[in-house]
T-cell receptor
Framework: AQSVTQLGSHVSVSEGALVLLRCNYS??????LFWYVQYPNQGLQLLLK??????LVKGINGFEAEFKKSETSFHLTKPSAHMSDAAEYFC???????????FGSGTKLNVKP | NAGVTQTPKFRVLKTGQSMTLLCAQD?????MYWYRQDPGMGLRLIHY???????AKGEVPDGYNVSRLKKQNFLLGLESAAPSQTSVYFC??????????????FGPGTRLTVL
């Protein structure tokens, strides 16, 4: 089975600072990778996805992620944090035919004024 | 277009009671999923369905049953609720396989407490 590891259950940044949320996956074949965001008391919303096209993927709200096969990583970044970015972020990987998705344990992002 | 809806939004059960959670999607999606979300554990797949009339087990299927009698609905049943099933339950769906169709659309969740 595939697995996803998110380093840091809580990350705190100042408004305007760089956001870096880490995700590493274990997979014997290049997977499909996703980042989702969850605002309080809501469902998950797709931020971006990697599907073996470009390794640098741009998503909504200014977020982007880079697929690095040699490091088995798919870290999420945003150059300048905004207060509205405060939420929980989940990295996920799917198997090749999308029967199953495996989620990381999540990282809560706090943005300080 | 309501997307993915879940009924009910909240529920409190006593140990041993049964209940059914309903997930409905109006996007004509083929695949549907049930997850549970617990603090610090992310989302874990309970059961999934790749089409009407089909179901399969996910990571944590014990204590749950599912049915997909209609393409738009995916039901999750708890036959005899236990406190360990206290969680937030999310339903999700995707249109189908292929890179263009693999975005999961999530419902708003059902918060279940088992006393």
């Amino acid at each position: 089975a595939q697995s996803v590891t998110q380093l840091g259950s809580h990350v705190s940044v100042s408004e305007g600072a760089l956001v870096l949320l880490r995700c590493n996956y274990s997979s014997s074949v290049p997977p499909y990778l996703f980042w989702y965001v969850q605002y309080p008391n809501q469902g998950l919303q797709l931020l971006l996805k990697y599907t073996s096209a470009a390794t640098l993927v741009k998503g909504i709200n200014g977020f982007e992620a880079e697929f690095k096969k040699s490091e088995t990583s798919f870290h999420l970044t945003k150059p300048s944090a905004h207060m509205s970015d405060a939420a929980e972020y989940f990295c996920a990987v799917s198997d090749y035919n999308f029967n199953k998705f495996y989620f990381g344990s999540g990282t809560k992002l706090n943005v300080k004024p | 277009n309501a997307g993915v809806t879940q009924t009910p939004k909240f529920r409190v059960l006593k140990t041993g009671q049964s209940m059914t959670l309903l997930c409905a999607q109006d996007m004509n999606h083929e695949y549907m999923y049930w997850y549970r979300q617990d603090p610090g554990m992310g989302l874990r797949l309970i059961h999934y369905s790749v089409g009407e009339g089909t179901t399969a087990k996910g990571e944590v299927p014990d204590g749950y049953n599912v049915s997909r009698l209609k393409k738009q609905n995916f039901l999750l049943g708890l036959e005899s609720a236990a406190p360990s099933q206290t969680s937030v339950y999310f339903c999700a769906s995707i249109k189908g396989t292929g890179r263009a169709y693999n975005e999961q659309f999530f419902g708003p969740g059902t918060r279940l407490t088992v006393l």
